[in-house]
């Protein structure tokens, strides 16, 4: 068994320092194997907010990350820093490197950047990243889970059709079914959401896809609070979803939503905390 806490945008220079403390005794009390943070760590890429992220994740120390970048932490304004250099500073206060990938035996986590230079607000992943992720792959067992950690989501959450997908999610998916992978975790959109993609006509199998809320910033969309995610993972067999929503006081855990994977698809599983 695995636990992931699944944490997004949290838009560091537009948080609430309480929710941050809040957050940091939540995790602390899960005590995660792994945090998983689907991008969007800063409001506009600016070196102090950069440097609050920073000090943000020494604190989860010594807990392993998986960090992607999102749209918001490559500068707007600068456009000279914006394309030569869109994620130097990502890259220098988190380490060029920091985060990319994990494995054990039972999980295997890959982040993959979406975020560009260009105005797509909704990211692009490339060809070049679609193979990647077939390689990464390609060496894990049936058993282990296999995850994507990529800021800009594959599908819309359920109920709000119109939001959109990062570019070239087709191609995307052809590649992630190809690698097998189980599960995508992302953020973006400042929603929690988790069930099954629905697939292009004629694609094998499927992916459950975990959409994160806004962690710990002031950018709540409609009446959604602050939130994050607990993933409970027993290797590729079953994935609970606990959506740990802000109350005021604390984050809140509600009662999970279980995935059973069986003949290459998810089922909803029974309820409650696998055993
Ligand atoms: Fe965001
Ligand atoms: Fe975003």
Known sequence: MRLIAHISDLHFGRHDPRLVDALLASLAAAAPDLIAVSGDLTQRARRREFAAARAFFDRLRPTPMVIVPGNHDVPLYNVVRRFARPLGRFERLLGADRGACFRDREIAVLGINSARSLTFKEGRISFAQMEQIVRAFAADGKAV????VIHHPLAPP???PG????GRWRPALAALRQA???LVLSGHHHHGFSGELEMPAGA????LVVHAGTAVSTRTRGEEPNSYNL?????????????CTWNGGRFAEAPPRTFDYAGGGWRPGSKGVPS
């Open 158 to 160: 359920e109920g709000s």
């Open 163 to 166: 939001l959109g997908r990062v």
């Open 204 to 207: 094998a199998g499927a992916v």
């Open 180 to 182: 097998g992978v189980h």
């Open 231 to 243: 993933i409970r993972c027993d290797g590729a067999r079953r994935v609970t979803v606990a959506v």
């Open 145 to 148: 889970l296999k995850v994507v």
